[in-house]
């Protein structure tokens, strides 16, 4: 029988990385769930122990090396080597470029592009030990370019070029490089931009789906079944790939 595979999965206390998180323990992977909100992070702890699976939760800052490094140690010591990587974890700090302050740059690139390039310097070891890997990092449509993201586009579109360049370098260790990027996805930060913006959640999505050529809005679990296949055994001949879940042609 073969052993279980590990998977990090990171911003994993809701949204999308909770939905990828969940899916990936109910197919049999034992789960890593970092994120900073602690609270949140035992709920999804005790939501995949409870339906049988193995899961431990780590609070941890994905921009900050050391703890980056712990966790990962961890990881490895009470779950086994970690193979599967989801580079999720983001925030958002949206502003016109006039008014974006230089935190508001920095937070954003440090979390998302930081945070990938840390996480997956950190279980490459482990992957290119078992010969075999799988990461997947959390791009999006934004990095196409959207008004008042000058910071979170330039991060997603960052990840694509990391993505691609992981992909040649860890390619011969048998393990693969992809990203994911979502478009309109119900989640705890489109709900906080519609707040922004000073529209209704209702108003918001409806506008949303109308843009949309399959006339709906994403949810969580839209992205979490692409990255269950791309982290599969039939996924190993795609690699350096941006896939765009978006409803629609997006790129």
Request: charged share 20%; net charge negative; proline share 3%.
């Given at each position: 029988?073969?052993?279980?595979?590990?998977?990090?999965?990171?911003?994993?206390?809701?949204?999308?990385?909770?939905?990828?998180?969940?899916?990936?323990?109910?197919?049999?992977?034992?789960?890593?769930?970092?994120?900073?909100?602690?609270?949140?992070?035992?709920?999804?702890?005790?939501?995949?122990?409870?339906?049988?699976?193995r899961?431990?939760?780590?609070?941890?800052?994905?921009?900050?090396?050391?703890?980056?490094?712990?966790?990962?140690?961890?990881?490895?010591?009470?779950?086994?080597?970690?193979?599967?990587?989801?580079?999720?974890?983001?925030?958002?700090?949206?502003?016109?470029?006039?008014?974006?302050?230089?935190?508001?740059?920095?937070?954003?690139?440090?979390?998302?592009?930081?945070?990938a390039?840390?996480?997956?310097?950190?279980?490459?070891?482990?992957?290119?030990?078992?010969n075999?890997?799988?990461?997947?990092?959390?791009?999006?449509?934004?990095?196409?370019?959207?008004?008042?993201?000058?910071?979170?586009?330039?991060?997603?579109?960052?990840?694509?070029?990391?993505?691609?360049?992981?992909?040649i370098?860890?390619?011969?260790?048998?393990?693969?490089?992809?990203?994911?990027?979502?478009?309109?996805?119900?989640?705890?930060?489109?709900?906080?931009?519609?707040?922004?913006?000073?529209?209704?959640?209702e108003?918001?999505?409806?506008?949303?789906?109308?843009?949309?050529?399959?006339?709906?809005?994403?949810?969580?679990?839209?992205?979490?079944?692409?990255?269950?296949f791309?982290?599969?055994?039939?996924?190993?001949?795609?690699?350096?790939?941006?896939?765009?879940?978006?409803?629609?042609?997006?790129?």
């Amino acid at each position: 029988m073969a052993a279980q595979r590990v998977a990090i999965v990171t911003g994993a206390a809701r949204g999308i990385g909770a939905a990828t998180a969940l899916r990936s323990a109910a197919a049999g992977t034992a789960i890593a769930i970092l994120d900073v909100d602690e609270d949140a992070l035992a709920e999804r702890v005790v939501e995949v122990t409870a339906s049988g699976g193995r899961a431990i939760g780590i609070k941890a800052d994905v921009a900050d090396e050391s703890t980056v490094v712990d966790a990962v140690t961890r990881v490895s010591e009470e779950l086994g080597p970690p193979t599967i990587l989801v580079n999720n974890a983001g925030v958002t700090r949206d502003n016109l470029l006039h008014k974006m302050s230089v935190l508001d740059w920095d937070s954003v690139m440090s979390t998302h592009l930081r945070g990938a390039f840390l996480m997956s310097r950190a279980v490459q070891p482990y992957m290119v030990s078992e010969n075999w890997g799988r990461i997947i990092n959390l791009s999006s449509v934004s990095a196409l370019g959207n008004r008042g993201q000058a910071n979170y586009s330039t991060a997603k579109a960052g990840i694509q070029g990391l993505t691609k360049t992981l992909a040649i370098e860890l390619g011969p260790f048998g393990v693969t490089v992809n990203a994911i990027a979502p478009g309109f996805i119900e989640t705890d930060m489109t709900r906080a931009t519609a707040e922004r913006v000073g529209v209704s959640w209702e108003e918001f999505t409806s506008r949303a789906a109308a843009a949309i050529p399959v006339r709906r809005i994403g949810q969580p679990d839209d992205i979490a079944a692409v990255v269950s296949f791309l982290t599969g055994e039939e996924a190993g001949f795609i690699s350096g790939q941006v896939i765009y879940v978006a409803g629609g042609p997006r790129a």
